[in-house]
């Protein structure tokens, strides 16, 4: 059900749930200091509860709640890239957002940019609420929702959802772990590797050297944002030949390409992924949910382009494929 911004407040401090617009994806808000109300979004998500949420501050001066201090390539990245698309993981306040944090010693933290995600926040901490714990607004494992009516396509009706039309990003914030000793991209997304490391004035370490020391992050499992068809990723030759051998037998697959790729029969299912990294980052989960909508049991993708542009589009495809 569409609620207006006042009642989102309201029902967030009053410890329900909330799903809500940003630039990136839609979330499904709680207020991040109640334990029982995070605990309601692990359940209707149906995620494991030491998978932490990122918890989501109005500004850079309300992130002192949550993280015990602020290092300084955190303080040039919020410079940079805040408000939008980038969660920082930081070392957390103990006793705050516990259940939120999964019981980890760090916390995520986003400051969004959407006008309506902002005013949600700005209303909600009048009211005393200093954050809002949300992971995307989907069950677990599934895509993530870039609509409102995505939200009431995974959640019913039932669920209280402030509208804010569809997402300018479309696939999720690029995530930065600085409570290591070297800064790791966790999760590439809405702002690129290269833009994040020019703004540090260093690289990133390899994950894998920094592995011991790794959370958990749902972001990162191998298997993640699927569609109920099985989705598979080839470049455009490969895609040619299996069509070739394939014939006319093309009932229940659904290709979805750059390139114009030639096709046996009249009736395959075609989708077009757009050819600015930016558009297809910003239409990937719409189109996989309306591909997906058709019942086609296999969703042929052309493997994206190599370019850094390409990387959070790439990474959602490929986790999309391994499920
Ligand atoms: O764009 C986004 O980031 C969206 C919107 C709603 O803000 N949110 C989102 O949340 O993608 P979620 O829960 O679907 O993904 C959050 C990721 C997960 O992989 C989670 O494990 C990781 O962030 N994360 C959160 N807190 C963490 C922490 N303390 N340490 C490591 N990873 C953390
Ligand atoms: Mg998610």
């Known amino acids: 059900m569409l609620i207006t911004l006042a009642q989102a407040a309201q029902a967030l401090k009053e410890g329900q749930l909330v799903a809500f617009p940003t630039e990136t994806v839609y979330g499904l808000g709680a207020d991040a200091n109640n334990d029982a109300a995070v ?10 509860a030491h998978h932490p949420l990122i918890v989501h501050v109005q500004n850079a001066a309300q992130a002192a709640h949550f ?3 602020l290092p300084p390539l955190a303080e040039r990245l919020m410079q940079h890239f805040w408000p939008g698309p980038l969660t920082l993981i930081l070392p957390r306040h103990p006793g705050v957002a516990t259940a939120a944090a ?6 995520g933290l986003r400051c969004p940019a959407h006008p309506v995600a902002q005013a949600l926040l700005q209303a909600a901490q009048a009211l005393g609420v200093s954050g809002v714990a949300a992971p995307s607004a989907n069950r677990f494992g599934r895509i993530s929702p870039t609509t409102a009516a995505h939200v009431a396509d995974d959640f019913g009706d039932s669920l ?9 990003v479309g696939i999720e914030s690029s995530i930065v772990d600085l409570s290591r000793t070297d800064p790791v991209l966790l999760r590439p997304g809405g702002i690129s590797r290269a833009d994040l490391q020019a ?17 958990r992050a749902s972001g990162t499992l191998q298997a993640h944002y699927a569609p109920r068809a099985k989705l598979r990723l080839m470049d455009a030759r490969t895609l040619d030949t299996a069509l070739q051998v394939l014939g006319a037998d093309v009932d229940g697959i659904a290709l979805y390409t750059r390139q114009a790729i030639r096709v046996p029969g009249r009736s395959m299912r075609r989708y077009a992924m757009p050819h600015d990294a930016r558009v297809a980052a910003r239409r990937l989960f719409a189109d996989l949910r309306e591909i997906d909508a058709t019942g086609v049991r296999l969703i042929w ?3 994206p382009p190599d370019g850094p542009e390409w990387e959070g589009v790439h990474d959602r495809l490929r986790r999309a494929a391994a499920a």
């Open 301 to 303: 993708v052309e493997t």
């Open 67 to 69: 993280a015990t201090h």
């Open 160 to 168: 209280a959802v402030l509208d804010g039309g569809p997402c300018e």
């Open 199 to 215: 703004a540090m004035g260093q690289r990133f370490a390899d994950p894998e050297a920094m592995a011991q020391e790794a959370p």
């Open 102 to 107: 999964g019981g980890q010693a760090s916390i």
């Open 39 to 48: 605990s309601a979004v692990f359940a209707a998500k149906g995620r494991p």
